[in-house]
């Protein structure tokens, strides 16, 4: 990576969100970079085993709380630090039991950690958005001035979290980066129902039964590969260029509902199992095709392209779910 021009090697970095998905995988991506990084998580929804992984690391801390506190403790990891990677969310399924926490998380969240950073003079803010703040894109390919509409309390929740980090690049020059990611998958990815798509078809088609693709199924996602936003994460908190942007983080690779449900069934060698319809789901998004040229251009990311072959290593790194020779 010669473009960078800020070592992260030695600095004090947070990944909130870090016994997450993504946010285990940047904990690893930083740790590689010789980041000494502190992983903040209320485990929520977060996993041992994604802490467990790193306990041997003499540069790695994790912190059990939540990015809600405003306390000593909170204090104490701001200090002295060099970059926050926030990563922790409510997410967009438990949001529909309970709106008033992703507000709380998505938005106030953001807010409290914009306040510490400022506080304690932080470097740098990267701060993990969604392509949920578009709602349903109607200009493709969908770039990141395309009007926010968005269609659910996450994306409403996630989009007030943007506002308040683009407004501390404003009224304070806080070097801020906002990442739009889109249907991220990979290895340790939860197979549950509060994962997308890829975590509910293995976790249906692991207990044996079919995956259901709601509607007609022809809708489709870009789906981008968690360790290349690793690398999206490490350019946006080291070259200049980023300082203030929002980026779509997407692979753009288009993907069909049915072609990766025929594709899973095909990898877990279920023959008993067949794909299956079912209603319409009201308020689903029929169309991605998302703009990331400005991604690539001013951060020179490539995004991993084998789709298939990088799902397959992925499930088959998740384990149980596959029947490999
Ligand atoms: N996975 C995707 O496809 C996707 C797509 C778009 C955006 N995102 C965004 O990426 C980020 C990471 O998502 P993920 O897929 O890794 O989800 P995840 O649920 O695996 O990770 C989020 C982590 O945040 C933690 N958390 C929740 N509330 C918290 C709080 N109040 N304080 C501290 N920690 C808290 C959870 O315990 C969890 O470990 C989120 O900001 C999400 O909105 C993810």
């Known amino acids: 990576m010669s473009e960078l021009t ?46 467990r992984i790193f306990e041997d690391s003499p540069h790695y801390r994790f912190v059990r709380g939540s990015v809600c506190d405003d306390d000593s403790k909170m204090h104490e ?18 949001c529909l039991h309970d709106p008033k926490r992703d507000l709380a998380v998505n938005a106030e969240g953001t ?45 409403v929740s996630k989009l007030a979290g943007e ?37 509910i078809f293995m976790r249906r088609i692991a207990e044996g039964k079919s995956p259901i693709v709601f509607g007609h199924g022809e809708q489709v ?25 929002v980026y779509n983080a997407a692979s753009g690779i288009r993907i069909s509902i049915n072609d990766l449900a025929s594709k899973m069934l095909e990898f877990s060698r279920r023959i008993d199992l067949s794909v299956e319809h079912g209603p319409e789901l009201v308020g689903d998004i029929m169309n991605f095709d998302i ?8 951060l020179a990311v490539t995004f991993q392209q084998d789709f298939w072959g990088t799902l397959r290593v992925s499930l088959e790194d998740i384990g149980g779910f596959l029947s490999i020779d």
């Open 6 to 51: 800020h070592n992260l090697a030695g600095r004090r970095v947070l990944v909130t969100g870090g016994a997450g998905f993504i946010g285990s995988h940047l904990c690893e991506g930083l740790l590689k970079q010789g980041a000494h990084v502190i992983a903040l998580d209320d485990m929520s929804a977060g996993r041992e085993a994604n802490v």
């Open 163 to 199: 506002r308040y980090v683009d407004t501390f690049h404003q009224l304070y020059d806080m070097d801020t980066t906002i990442l739009r990611y889109f249907h991220v998958y990979g290895p340790r990815q939860e197979s549950n129902e509060f994962g997308g798509v890829v975590s």
């Open 77 to 94: 990891i701001f200090e002295g630090l060099d970059t926050v990677f926030h990563n922790a969310a409510s997410k967009k399924n438990i």
């Open 221 to 245: 996602r870009s789906f981008t590969y968690v360790k290349d936003l690793v690398d999206v994460n490490l350019r946006s908190a080291t070259m200049p260029v980023a300082c203030g942007q």
């Open 291 to 298: 703009d990331n040229s400005k991604v690539r251009r001013e």
């Open 111 to 155: 807010l409290n950690l914009l306040l510490l950073a400022k506080k304690h003079g932080t470097r740098k803010f990267v701060h993990a958005s969604t392509g949920s703040v578009f709602g349903e894109p109607s200009v493709f390919p969908t770039d990141e001035t395309h009007p926010m509409r968005p269609r659910s309390y996450y994306g």
